[in-house]
Nanobody, 123 residues
Framework: QVQLVESGGGLVQAGGSLRLSCAAS????????MVWFRQAPGKEREFVAA????????TYADSVKGRFTISRDNAKNTVYLQMNSLKPEDTAAYYC????????????????WGQGTQVTVSS
């Protein structure tokens, strides 16, 4: 069982930065690939970024590539999402998820989710 708690969301102007955190309860945190999704009002939840168990592999959605950076600290059971050059279209609730496998972009492949943290980017 993995419990996930996101934090770090807020209101920021376009061009600004935020760093999201996702703290995990599992003692086996380092066995899970970690993934960030986001969901804007009226839209489906979409994949943002993923990181492998060791942190050696990462992947990003095209819409955030070059602006967002995913990282993890296995000693702290935490995964991060550094978001730079934010745009109004990045406004969404951001969720972290855990999987014992490598990532997929399908939400139904994930059993463990956080409650989400809201990011609002003003123009």
């Amino acid at each position: 069982q993995v419990q996930l708690v996101e934090s770090g969301g807020g209101l920021v102007q376009a061009g600004g930065s935020l760093r999201l955190s996702c703290a995990a309860s599992a003692r086996t945190f380092s066995s899970y690939s970690m993934v960030w999704f986001r969901q804007a009002p009226g839209k489906e939840r979409e994949f943002v970024a993923a990181i492998s168990t060791s942190g050696s592999s990462t992947t990003y959605a095209d819409s955030v590539k070059g602006r967002f950076t995913i990282s993890r600290d296995n000693a702290k059971n935490t995964v991060y999402l550094q978001m730079n050059s934010l745009k109004p279209e990045d406004t969404a609730a951001y969720y972290c998820a855990a999987t014992p496998n490598w990532y997929t972009t399908y939400t139904y492949d994930y059993n463990y989710w956080g409650q989400g943290t809201q990011v609002t980017v003003s123009s």
